[in-house]
């Protein structure tokens, strides 16, 4: 089972539409847990972390699903500048190396 | 804001040859990080380090990998026999402290690195 798992799309929304990405990830003992965006050929960037109860910032939330192993990003009313692709990531070891899922991109459309 | 640095931004050399990728990270961080991401597929760790060392090294950070903090702001990766397969897009991150707090990892622009 792949350590961190993602949906790679694309997502192509139209903009003002509401998009949720899921993730899964395979190691119980993770204790962190973050949703990076990427843009073409740019570094990661920090989009938030995520909280077991769950998270708001603006237009974007993050849900936790410890039991099921389970993170999700719910963007509404989305612009075109959130089209980036999404990264799922998650705390590896003891030291904090990141694990990163693929990424699931969004092209959100006029 | 504060931000992670890396130069070059790209870098072509020959098969065989060193490279070394410089990093200088956010100030007040004491953790620092490399990870690389080869074209169209998903950033990979390969260290962590800690107090003027390794904390902790992923498969791909064999022998031919070492890193150091010559000084007290620039972090460095060398290669030292480059191979075709180390063509990367390669990031240093910086954290306060560790994830396992819940804080989080700060990213440099990238250095591409072109191994022809």
């Known amino acids: 089972r792949k350590e961190v798992e993602q949906d790679p799309g694309p997502f192509n929304v139209p903009e003002g539409a509401t998009v949720a990405f899921n993730c899964t990830y395979s190691?119980?003992?993770?204790?962190?847990f973050f949703w990076y965006r990427q843009d073409c050929r740019k570094e990661p960037k920090l989009l938030m972390s995520?909280?077991?109860s769950g998270n708001e910032d603006g237009r974007f939330t993050a849900q936790l699903n410890r039991a099921s192993q389970y993170i999700s990003l719910l963007i509404r009313d989305s612009k075109l500048s959130d089209s980036a692709t999404y990264l799922c990531?998650?705390?590896?070891?003891?030291?904090?190396?990141?694990?990163f899922g693929k990424g699931t991109k969004l092209s959100v459309k006029p | 804001e504060p931000e992670v640095t890396q130069t070059p931004s790209h870098q072509v050399t020959q098969m065989g040859q060193e490279v070394i990728l410089r990093c200088v990270p956010i100030?007040?961080?004491?953790?620092f990080y490399w990870y690389r991401q080869i074209l169209g597929q998903k950033v990979e760790f390969l260290v962590s380090?800690?107090?003027?060392?390794?904390?902790?090294k992923s498969e791909i950070f064999d022998d031919q990998f070492s890193v150091e903090r010559p000084d007290g702001s620039n972090f460095t990766l060398k290669i030292r026999s480059t191979k075709l397969e180390d063509s990367a897009m390669y990031f240093c991150?910086?954290?306060?402290?560790?994830?396992?707090?819940?804080?989080?990892?700060?990213f440099g622009p990238g250095t591409r690195l072109t191994v022809t």
């Open positions: 991150a910086s954290s306060e402290v560790p994830p396992g707090l819940s804080y989080e990892q700060y």
């Open positions: 190691n119980s003992a993770s204790q962190s």
């Open positions: 995520v909280y077991s």
């Open positions: 990531v998650v705390h590896g070891g003891s030291q904090g190396n990141l694990i």
């Open positions: 100030s007040n961080h004491l953790y």
């Open positions: 380090f800690y107090n003027n060392e390794i904390s902790e």
